[in-house]
């Protein structure tokens, strides 16, 4: 989870605010506030990537995971056809801190306890802060670990993290996320959880001998964790540690 481990892209052209509000899960109308935080998700409705927006000048940063960047340039070439976008890769690296965000940085809009980001020339050097237990315990899904083909952004927590607009016209998989919102109530998602011994991430969580879960990040005693709620207690296990919930 360090700033090396993101791929910043520049999208320019007289379209590109258009073509991304097709797109995306979240707003682009809000990208004058600061960072945008979004998805883009398959026709299904599953996640295929997160990513932060930011204004740069004419243009629109975008700040990805790194792994993702690729496959993400490519999906984003083929959607928009004749559209007047061009995305090239950047050479700038990522900074982030805690704190008041710096004249060039902008506060993460998943959650002010997550500090500002900040895009640079320059690697960002010393920087100790212990982010994986800053992401446990506010509930904050990583790509490469909690997120993956297979998720459901709503039951990831992207409402809460302010990754997902329901007021904004259609986008790709918006169907399916707006049915998850409104006609159903969600039965399992993320989850913060306490845990006694240790137990890798993908390790199954169970109770009573069924399968109810998997442990994901964790950080000293708090882990995430993807649960089934009406399943969940404070009697679970994960290979030989001992998994609560609530936390």
Request: charged share 25%.
């Amino acid at each position: 989870m360090s700033t090396s481990d993101r791929s910043i892209l520049r999208l320019t052209g007289g379209d590109t605010e258009s073509f991304l509000q097709g797109l995306i899960t979240n707003d682009m109308t809000h990208l004058t506030d600061g960072l945008l935080y979004a998805a883009i998700l398959t026709p299904q409705g599953k996640y295929l990537a997160d990513f932060f927006l930011k204004r740069d000048g004419d243009a629109v940063l975008l700040d990805a995971y790194a792994a993702q960047a690729p496959a993400l340039r490519q999906r984003l070439t083929m959607y928009k056809l004749r559209a007047d976008v061009s995305i090239e890769q950047t050479d700038l690296h990522l900074h982030r801190g805690l704190g008041d965000a710096p004249e060039d940085g902008a506060e993460d809009p998943r959650t002010s306890a997550l500090g500002w980001r900040a895009y640079r020339d320059v690697p960002q050097e010393d920087d100790t802060t212990e982010w994986t237990a800053l992401y446990v315990v506010n509930q904050v899904p990583s790509a490469g670990l909690e997120l993956d083909q297979n998720s459901f952004i709503l039951e990831m927590g992207f409402e809460r993290l302010n990754g997902v607009d329901f007021k904004k016209g259609c986008y790709v998989g918006q169907e399916v996320t707006a049915r998850m919102k409104h006609k159903t109530k969600l039965r399992k998602g993320l989850a913060l959880v306490g845990i006694d011994g240790d137990a890798p991430i993908g390790t199954p969580i169970q109770h009573n001998d069924k399968v109810i879960g998997t442990l994901l990040s964790h950080a000293d005693d708090k882990a995430l964790a993807y649960l089934r709620f009406d399943r969940a207690s404070e009697n679970m296990t994960a290979g030989d540690a001992k998994v609560r919930y609530p936390a």
